[in-house]
């Protein structure tokens, strides 16, 4: 099946900097990316998505690559602010077949500092 | 609010006991997905249902179960419970039809099992 790591674990950034968290993923027929941000016992909410046959998305503040040949894609934060403090987690699936689960990453702790 | 919605929000039991969870999708989702979040591993897909039928199995244990109703809302049963099934249990939805396949997060149960 499939496997996402993620990295880091954590990151501490100064407010007004940029953030960039990193993941790959196993199964070359994954070919939907979602990122969730997850705040302190509340739900993961999608903050941006991105599909194979895209190499970028961006939003505002926020950017998301993939690299379909390395199997990496990347969430990019410019301009940080506190309220971008939470758990974000990049997911995997394969929209191609009925079953879509999501594969999580184990996520990572992003603090911005003040 | 995604829509999504899951009763109860909290549930405290025992060792040995049986609960069930509840999951509304949001209105014309046929999908249901159950992920469970815990400390040590993170957000671990479960099972999904597709109007009724069971589409995908991911780690769910034995002791687990869940079924989808005509109303389309999905029902998680657990039972034989052990201190290590504390954790938040999260249901999502999707529609089939979309081309993103966004999963939207209903606001969990957690559960602890003392």
């Known amino acids: 099946g499939e496997n996402v790591e993620q990295h880091p674990s954590t990151l501490s950034v100064q407010e007004g900097d940029s953030a960039v968290i990193k993941c790959t993923y196993s199964d070359s027929a994954s070919n939907y990316f979602p990122w969730y941000k997850q705040e302190l016992g509340k739900r993961p909410q999608l903050i941006i998505d991105i599909r194979s046959n895209v190499g970028e998305k961006k939003d505002q503040r926020i950017a998301v690559t993939l690299n379909k040949t390395a199997k990496h894609f990347s969430l990019h934060i410019t301009e940080t602010q506190p309220e971008d403090s939470a758990v974000y987690f990049c997911a995997a699936s394969n929209r191609g077949t009925g079953r879509r689960a999501l594969t999580f990453g184990s996520g990572t702790r992003l603090q911005v500092q003040p | 609010d995604s829509g999504v919605t899951q009763t109860p929000k909290h549930l405290i039991t025992a060792t040995g006991q049986r609960v069930t969870l509840r999951c509304s999708p949001r209105?014309?989702?046929?999908?249901v997905y159950w992920y469970q979040q815990s400390l040590d591993q993170g957000l671990q897909f479960l099972i999904q249902y597709y109007n009724g039928e069971e589409r995908a199995k991911g780690n769910i244990l034995e002791r687990f179960s869940a079924q989808q109703f005509p109303d389309l809302h999905s029902e998680l049963n657990l039972s034989s419970l052990e201190l290590g099934d504390s954790a938040l249990y999260f249901c999502a939805s999707s529609g089939e039809a979309g081309v993103r396949n966004e999963q939207f997060f209903g606001p969990g149960t957690r559960l602890t099992v003392l």
């Open positions: 209105s014309g989702d046929l999908s």
